[in-house]
Structure formats: C-alpha cells, structure tokens
C-alpha cells in the first residue's frame, strides 16, 4: 500500500494513524537491561514450524536465522520453542531441553556472528518460551490441554472436561519454564520470553473467570501461574538476562471467553486488567520489556495478522484492526512510560509500514517496531529501512499463505518472495 493510498483509505474510514515523515529514529540505539539493541527494529517470533523431530534445529530453521541475521534487525525475538514435549503446537515445533540445546547454540552463534560481519554488530536475540494449551498438537493428531470449557472455540474443536489441565500439572510448569530459560542462557540467548498470547495456555488463563482452584476465578488466581513462572525464571538466571513476555493485551472476545474486555460490553477493548496486570510485571517483579499483541491466530486472526485475503471475510477493515492494535499499544506504553514496549501490526501497510513504525515511536506509542511477516518475505526490512532504500516489490502482500501453509500441516515460509523453497512445499501441502 503506498502512502497516496494509505491516507486516502483513512480519510474514508475516518480514522488517523500516526504516520512519520521520515524513519529516521528506527536508526538509534535502545538500551536493554545493560545490552544495547542497535536499532529500533525487530524480528517479531513467527514460528517456522520446520524443526526436527525432536525439537533441535533444522537446516530450515538454521536458514531463516540467516537471513534473519543478514538483514540487521537490533533485536530477533526468536519463535515459540516449547518447555515440555505435551505442550508442542506440531511435531516440529522447537523444544529446548538438554539434548537439544547444543542446536540452539550454534544457532545463536551462526547468527550474532553473520549479523556482526554483515551490519558491524550483534542482535539481541530472545528465546520465547511457550506451552500452547489448547494448541497442543505433539504427534500430528490434536492433544488439547485446555484452561477451561469454551464454547467459542469449541464450536470448530471440540473438547471435554477431560481435557482441562489440573492444578498440580499446572503447578510444575513454572520450574520447566525456570529450566529451559536456564538453558537458553547457557546457549547464548540474551534473554526469554514467557509466552503469553494467542491463545496458548498462560494466555487462556487470563480469562479463566469460571475455573475452580488456584488458577481460575478472581483476577489473582488467573494471573498465578503466569507470575509464578516470571518469578521462577528470574531466579534462574542472572539480572543481565532480559526477562521478558509477549502478552496479549486484548483477546477480541466477549466476557467470559476473553481477556482485556468488560462484562456487559461485549467485545470492545478494555484494558483495565491488562494495566494491573502489567503494574504487577514491572513495578513488582521488575519486567522492563514487554512485547504487545492482540487477538488470536486461530479465530480472529484479523486483529494481530490483518490481511487482504484470508480464510474468512473479516468484519472490520484491516485498517482498523491496525489502529486497535496501536491504540492498546499507546494505552500501555502512557501507563508505564519508562516500561520499553516493542509495538505490532505493520506488515499490512507493505511500502507505507516504515512510516507507521518511525511515527509510532516518535509519538511514544512503543519504544521498538516488530515485523513478523514482513520478516519472512522481506529479511532484509531492518538494514534497507535505515539505508532509505526500502524497496516496495519486496513486502508481504498479506495475503496469508503463509499461515495457509501452516494450518494445512505443513511448514511456514513465504511462497511468494521466496518461492525457490517455499512454493513447492506449498503445492505439495495446500494445493495437493
């Protein structure tokens, strides 16, 4: 979308996005817990869905960090890498445990070292730790491990009691996070994310207002194993180590299927629990980055991954879904302005999206812009953006055939800027 037709589109829907005129500020330094990220660009976590069977590093996955590398992003936020075998989202899915962590170190080796001989200098990289809950699909067949009843999502996937995760399974989760953030450490990561977003177990927690015991009912208890585990981690390792998450401010859903709402008010965004919430992860437990996203993949992808064509017909313009995005970014970042936020949504906007990010960050929205699909079409957007030569033919056209891919059972790529690798997976997947 150029930037004619950007405006002429807001013009029309009535709303103002807060476009810079200029991408100068994605050039300068952030300072993270004592590590400085080089530019305010990131990879945002978009999981390949190509590692080997056992969770270690493939050649594919190997490839995309490359790339990845190459193009000069200051921070990586590496994708979803399970803690326990149960809680994979596929059978490739990463998992980090003691057999496979030598494959992660070299891969975050290979990847600081080509960034440094490409760009003069390392990213930051982080490791996103992650139990998918509901998603859990570790074998190829569907292996649910639920938080609660929900009918919302159980009208496509069905599910029974059998399925909600106990107390005490619960209960264990915040020593195998502690585990794996250890290792990530060991393996060079410059810190870990506790996942929780999209949907995913710690994600669906938040909106467990009906579930009997610890994890369920009031606003403490659905927030205890998330805490729980953020507290476990930063006693594994030490104060240099990035603790972070990728937290779902707002999951698009009414009371009592969804977090960031109000009951009564169906499904607009209300953030009042998200901002407590938040409170407690930096003023208590000393969170200093948090990544911010809405929605999920799986049932409203157009509020994170907003398209132009998609698996469904969406019932707002991508426009607006981009602007709800920023303006539940802007709510958090004006609540804790010394809190570094890394903001989301832009690969929609194709050649207008660097504009979107500078003004983001000029207008305190969020503090670092990140990619995800622009990252897989286009893994050289950080450094062309900063040379000024950004170039249009290369974006993501948002038309979700990556995600297509994906849900078909297959691995995740661009198939169509990178269509030597990607579009014969495609075919042999999707297209039979």
Same mark, same amino acid.
């Given at each position: ?61 190997r490839r995309r960090y490359l790339r990845f590398a190459n193009g000069g992003a200051g921070l990586i ?76 999502? =159980?009208?496509?996937? %069905?599910?029974? @009691?059998?399925? #909600?995760?106990?107390? +005490?399974? $619960? ?22 994310d506790v996942k929780c977003c999209h949907g995913y177990l710690f994600a669906e927690l938040l909106s ?56 009564? =008010?169906?499904?607009? %965004?209300?953030? @009042?629990?998200? #901002?407590?919430?938040? +409170?407690? $992860? ?23 991954r907003p398209f132009n064509k998609g698996g469904y017909s969406a019932p707002e313009h991508p426009l ?65 953006? #900063? ?46």
């Amino acid at each position: 979308m150029n930037l004619q037709k950007l405006k002429s589109e807001c013009e029309k829907l009535n709303i103002t996005l807060p476009l810079a005129t200029g991408t100068d500020v994605l050039g300068e330094a952030v300072s993270l817990s004592g590590k400085t990220v080089h530019n305010r660009l990131a990879v945002q976590p978009m999981e390949g869905c190509d590692g080997e069977s056992d969770g270690s590093v493939s050649d594919l996955v190997r490839r995309r960090y490359l790339r990845f590398a190459n193009g000069g992003a200051g921070l990586i936020w590496a994708e979803a890498t399970a803690v326990v075998n149960e809680g994979r989202a596929n059978p490739r899915q990463l998992m980090l445990n003691g057999k496979t962590a030598d494959s992660f170190k070299s891969l975050v080796e290979i990847t600081k070292e080509n960034c440094l001989k490409q760009n003069g200098y390392e990213p930051v990289i982080i490791c996103q730790l992650t139990h998918s809950g509901r998603q859990s699909n570790p074998t190829g067949k569907p292996a649910p491990i639920i938080a609660y009843r929900n009918a919302l999502f =159980e009208k496509t996937r %069905p599910a029974d @009691d059998g399925m #909600i995760a106990a107390d +005490d399974y $619960l209960a264990t989760l915040p020593y195998r996070f502690a585990e794996a953030a250890a290792l990530a450490k060991e393996c060079g990561f410059d810190g870990a994310d506790v996942k929780c977003c999209h949907g995913y177990l710690f994600a669906e927690l938040l909106s467990a207002y009906g579930r009997k015991g610890i994890y369920g009912g009031s606003f403490e208890n659905r927030t205890r194993l998330y805490t729980d585990t953020l507290r476990a981690v930063k006693s594994a390792v030490s104060n240099s180590f990035i603790v972070t998450s990728r937290l779902n401010a707002y999951d698009g859903f009414e009371y009592p299927f969804g977090f960031g709402v109000r009951e009564g =008010e169906g499904d607009a %965004p209300c953030l @009042d629990e998200t #901002i407590k919430l938040i +409170d407690m $992860l930096h003023n208590t437990l000393g969170i200093g980055l948090i990544n911010i996203t809405i929605g999920n993949p799986y049932v409203n992808p157009h509020l994170n991954r907003p398209f132009n064509k998609g698996g469904y017909s969406a019932p707002e313009h991508p426009l607006c879904s981009v602007l709800k995005m920023i303006n539940c970014t802007a709510e958090i970042k004006a609540a804790f302005p010394d809190l570094k936020v890394v903001g989301s949504s832009y690969s929609y906007l194709g050649e207008a999206a660097p504009l979107l990010a500078a003004g983001e960050v000029q207008n305190g929205v969020c503090d670092i812009a990140g990619f995800g699909r622009m990252a897989i079409a286009y893994p050289d957007f950080a450094r062309d953006i #900063i040379a000024g030569s950004f170039d249009k033919n290369k974006c993501c056209l948002a038309c979700s055939k990556c995600s297509e891919m994906m849900r078909a059972g297959g691995v995740a790529g661009c198939v169509v800027k990178d269509s030597e690798v990607y579009l014969p997976l495609y075919k042999e997947c999707v297209l039979k």
